[in-house]
């Protein structure tokens, strides 16, 4: 992968849920009933993803934090390259999307499934699967960001959105042929989101 795009450098720093569990109204109880499969791998990559961001150590600048639009955008460009054909990348490049290429110690490495930039956003994919998914990572502002990203989440996707055993986050949202995951990541101090969007039947 070296020589295409810009790097990353694989961090160490400790990622985490940090939002309190909130109750949710009976009506949004109910449990998602479609799991993403590899979901397990994004999240291997997206822990040493989200520890570059927070350490400065992804670029020669950190990345800033994404605004709502911005986070909105990316899920939207998620959305529209996910199908059950996979994940289109040329599609992503056509909407301003670059490859990166990762490293450790200065010295290129593989990565599991391609990575891609733009702005302030980071996005991983896996196409060649049963279930293809696209996942958007982002530092935010602060905490209280969080609750204006959902909301707008809720305005841009038009379903419902539920939780899982009474918690407010993760969020799932339904659209049709998709399943949307949205999970808080990085510290109160350095907040961030991880929203993983997979094809659904």
């Not at 490293?103 to 980071?122: H, Q």
């Not at 305005?155 to 949202?173: E, Q």
Request: glycine fraction near 10%; proline fraction near 8%; aromatic fraction near 6%.
């Amino acid at each position: 992968m070296s020589g295409q795009g810009p790097q990353y450098a694989l961090g160490t720093a400790a990622t985490g849920v940090w939002l309190a569990d909130r109750p949710l109204s009976d009506e949004k109880k109910r449990r998602p009933t479609f799991v993403l499969r590899g979901r397990a791998i994004v999240k291997i990559l997206y822990v040493c993803l989200i520890a570059s961001i927070f350490s400065g150590s992804a670029f020669a600048a950190p990345l800033s934090s994404a605004g709502t639009t911005e986070i909105i955008s990316g899920v939207e460009s998620c959305l529209a390259v996910t199908s059950s054909m996979g994940v289109d990348a040329e599609k992503l490049r056509a909407d301003g999307w670059a490859a990166m290429s990762a490293s450790e110690d200065g010295k290129p490495v593989p990565s599991p499934m391609p990575i891609f930039s733009k702005g302030n956003l980071l996005l991983v994919q896996q196409g060649g699967t049963p279930t293809p998914i696209c996942a958007i990572m982002a530092k935010i502002p602060n905490v209280p960001a969080l609750r204006q990203i959902v909301g707008a989440m809720d305005s841009a996707l038009k379903t419902a959105r539920r939780g899982k055993d009474g918690k407010a986050i993760p969020a799932y949202w339904f659209p049709e042929g998709h399943i949307v995951e949205l999970a808080t990541t990085g510290t109160p101090e350095a907040p961030g989101v991880r929203i993983v969007v997979g094809y659904r039947k």
